[in-house]
């Protein structure tokens, strides 16, 4: 599938909010970042430095793997960045679109807008709480343990699942931050 | 896992209490006086039947966030509360937090926001998910896990039915049918609630929930029934699957998802449910699906997956609770 054609048919999936059609791709043809952080490395290995660094549903053409890591990709980034990024960051397959509503009224956004707009932040709702706290019996206490529960949940950062995922030995497709360091070695 | 399972039945799901019934014609009736305009809608019942059908759509991310919340905390007043008292108990919450938010995180809603939390529930192997991202796990189902990748496994196949927004499924389903039952006349709202719902259908059929606490009770406690025989085969099949390719993306051998299904116990009180040998095999069948060809870009790893330990001591708080006997097979 050319390059146009492809893109065309994205965006018109990505407009009709369609879940997405996986399908092959072959070299030239563009990819989806899948992952949140996805880095565009300098060299095939995770611990290069990022040229770029990517988020769900954003774009690159596939340039093929290369021929000694296999599971590292060379891709160029949305701006003509070159680099190698992990095999499982990618996808055939564009994320969901999210329904928000704004003051620019109800509409469906990409995973990066839909961040960018604020909804993306998740506390139990005001109308569940209420709910819960309305309810006879031990609702109330369970209203409170999820709230305890969200608050500590967010403390778990994309740092510390790259860590994790380092010491666990997966695959290192969550980058540690959404964008690059400005130190040397930054990744 | 193996989720709505038994935990439907066992936590007793299908007795909640419908807090909008008892309302009778006269509720209406003085609610049409009040409200004015509900009784243009009752009263044109069977035109608004057959339009109830426009409530059929994806709610806005509000919306779910609000039905997820009211069915979360049902979850976690029947799950025994959470297990999230002591220190302990909290690193156990970060580890859990950390194997979902990064398989979450390369999901097809890898921004929505995620949280992960034990039901303090020492008898029933299970798992369950609410929209709006809320994934729990039973103390008993983690107490049974051999190793990282049958946990990853659990927590993907919840986070696959939060994507494939089953759950949501089964609240428009209500959402509709409850529009069916008050346009027809039906006295299960208020007139203010029967107005705000079928106001929906000259909007864009997306309800406000958080600002209509009696819809919020009313369909929260509905689709709550609605779990009562589990989904059905295809519905756990289709999230077996994205699971499965949640862990090849993550590095995990879905080798331990096999193993993690072993583990259940097939239940006799949903009829809809799955066997879980038929769920193995056909499982097997689509891994093999996976293996791209010669040229194309390959999607799915097949080199380099791990079954890593379970971390400890994060992990120690569940096993050394003792005194649980298993299911009989």
């Given at each position: 599938?050319?390059?146009?054609?492809?893109?065309?048919?994205?965006?018109?999936?990505?407009?009709?909010?369609?879940?997405?059609?996986?399908?092959?791709?072959?070299?030239g043809?563009?990819?989806?970042?899948?992952?949140?952080?996805?880095?565009?490395?300098?060299?095939?290995?995770?611990?290069?430095?990022?040229v770029?660094?990517?988020q769900?549903?954003?774009?690159?053409?596939?340039?093929?793997?290369?021929?000694?890591?296999?599971?590292?990709?060379?891709?160029?980034?949305?701006?003509?960045?070159?680099?190698?990024?992990?095999?499982?960051?990618?996808?055939?397959?564009?994320?969901?679109?999210?329904?928000?509503?704004d003051?620019?009224?109800?509409?469906?956004?990409?995973?990066?807008?839909?961040?960018?707009?604020?909804?993306?932040?998740?506390?139990?709702?005001?109308?569940?709480?209420?709910?819960?706290?309305?309810?006879?019996?031990?609702?109330?206490?369970?209203?409170?343990?999820?709230?305890?529960?969200?608050?500590?949940?967010?403390?778990?950062?994309?740092?510390?699942?790259?860590?994790?995922?380092?010491?666990a030995?997966?695959?290192?497709?969550?980058?540690?931050?959404?964008?690059?360091?400005?130190?040397?070695?930054?990744? | 896992?193996?989720?709505?399972?038994?935990?439907?039945?066992?936590?007793?799901?299908?007795?909640?209490?419908?807090?909008?019934?008892?309302?009778?014609?006269?509720?209406?009736?003085?609610g049409?006086?009040?409200?004015?305009?509900?009784?243009?809608?009752?009263?044109?019942g069977?035109?608004?039947?057959?339009?109830?059908?426009?409530?059929?759509?994806?709610?806005?991310?509000?919306?779910?966030?609000?039905?997820?919340?009211?069915?979360?905390?049902?979850?976690?007043?029947?799950?025994?509360?959470?297990?999230?008292?002591?220190?302990?108990?909290?690193?156990l919450?970060?580890?859990l937090?950390?194997?979902?938010?990064?398989?979450a995180?390369?999901?097809l809603?890898?921004?929505?926001?995620?949280?992960?939390?034990?039901l303090?529930?020492?008898?029933?192997f299970?798992?369950?998910?609410?929209?709006?991202?809320y994934?729990?796990?039973?103390r008993?189902?983690?107490?049974?896990?051999d190793?990282?990748g049958?946990?990853?496994?659990?927590?993907?196949?919840?986070?696959?039915?939060?994507?494939?927004?089953?759950?949501?499924?089964?609240?428009?389903?209500?959402?509709?049918?409850?529009?069916?039952l008050?346009?027809g006349?039906?006295?299960?709202?208020?007139a203010?609630?029967?107005?705000?719902?079928?106001?929906?259908?000259?909007?864009?059929?997306?309800l406000?929930?958080?600002?209509?606490?009696?819809?919020?009770?009313?369909l929260?406690?509905?689709?709550?029934?609605?779990?009562?025989?589990?989904?059905?085969p295809?519905?756990?099949?289709?999230?077996?699957?994205?699971?499965?390719?949640?862990?090849l993306?993550?590095g995990?051998?879905?080798?331990?998802?096999?193993?993690?299904?072993?583990?259940?116990?097939?239940?006799?009180?949903?009829?809809?449910?799955?066997?879980k040998?038929?769920?193995?095999?056909?499982?097997?069948?689509?891994?093999?699906?996976?293996?791209?060809?010669?040229?194309?870009?390959?999607?799915?790893?097949?080199?380099?997956?791990?079954?890593?330990?379970?971390?400890?001591?994060?992990?120690?708080?569940?096993?050394?609770?003792?005194?649980?006997?298993?299911?009989?097979?």
């Amino acid at each position: 599938m050319g390059m146009k054609t492809s893109a065309a048919l994205a965006a018109a999936m990505l407009a009709l909010g369609l879940p997405g059609m996986a399908g092959a791709a072959k070299v030239g043809d563009p990819l989806y970042v899948k992952a949140k952080n996805t880095r565009v490395m300098k060299s095939p290995s995770p611990t290069a430095d990022a040229v770029v660094i990517l988020q769900p549903g954003e774009q690159v053409k596939w340039e093929g793997a290369d021929p000694k890591q296999k599971q590292w990709h060379r891709v160029t980034a949305p701006g003509g960045k070159k680099g190698f990024v992990f095999q499982t960051n990618l996808s055939t397959t564009p994320p969901k679109m999210e329904l928000v509503t704004d003051p620019g009224g109800k509409r469906q956004v990409d995973p990066k807008k839909f961040v960018a707009s604020g909804a993306a932040v998740k506390a139990l709702s005001p109308g569940a709480e209420k709910y819960g706290n309305g309810k006879k019996g031990d609702y109330a206490k369970a209203v409170a343990s999820i709230k305890a529960m969200e608050a500590r949940s967010k403390t778990v950062t994309p740092e510390r699942i790259a860590a994790h995922v380092k010491e666990a030995g997966l695959f290192p497709v969550v980058g540690p931050r959404d964008s690059v360091a400005k130190t040397k070695g930054g990744r | 896992m193996d989720a709505r399972l038994k935990v439907f039945a066992v936590l007793g799901l299908g007795v909640l209490a419908s807090s909008c019934r008892g309302m009778d014609l006269n509720t209406i009736a003085r609610g049409v006086t009040t409200a004015g305009g509900v009784a243009e809608t009752v009263g044109g019942g069977v035109a608004k039947v057959k339009e109830c059908g426009k409530l059929d759509v994806e709610p806005s991310v509000a919306e779910e966030y609000a039905l997820g919340g009211a069915l979360t905390i049902h979850f976690v007043q029947r799950g025994n509360g959470l297990m999230f008292a002591t220190e302990g108990d909290k690193k156990l919450h970060d580890y859990l937090n950390i194997v979902g938010k990064n398989l979450a995180a390369q999901s097809l809603r890898p921004t929505l926001e995620w949280t992960f939390g034990v039901l303090n529930d020492t008898e029933q192997f299970n798992a369950l998910s609410a929209p709006g991202g809320y994934v729990l796990v039973t103390r008993r189902l983690l107490m049974e896990l051999d190793n990282e990748g049958q946990l990853a496994g659990v927590l993907a196949h919840e986070i696959a039915h939060g994507v494939l927004k089953h759950a949501i499924h089964k609240y428009t389903a209500q959402k509709v049918k409850t529009c069916r039952l008050v346009a027809g006349g039906e006295t299960l709202l208020s007139a203010l609630g029967a107005k705000a719902l079928l106001a929906a259908l000259d909007g864009d059929g997306t309800l406000d929930l958080d600002n209509e606490p009696e819809l919020l009770a009313h369909l929260a406690e509905k689709t709550v029934n609605s779990f009562d025989d589990g989904n059905g085969p295809e519905l756990e099949f289709e999230a077996d699957q994205m699971a499965a390719r949640l862990m090849l993306s993550a590095g995990y051998d879905p080798k331990d998802y096999l193993g993690l299904i072993d583990k259940m116990t097939d239940v006799k009180n949903q009829k809809n449910h799955p066997k879980k040998e038929t769920r193995k095999k056909k499982l097997v069948a689509y891994l093999e699906t996976l293996k791209g060809d010669e040229g194309e870009f390959p999607e799915y790893a097949s080199e380099g997956l791990r079954s890593p330990p379970l971390k400890q001591p994060d992990y120690a708080v569940i096993k050394s609770t003792t005194g649980v006997a298993k299911d009989t097979p």
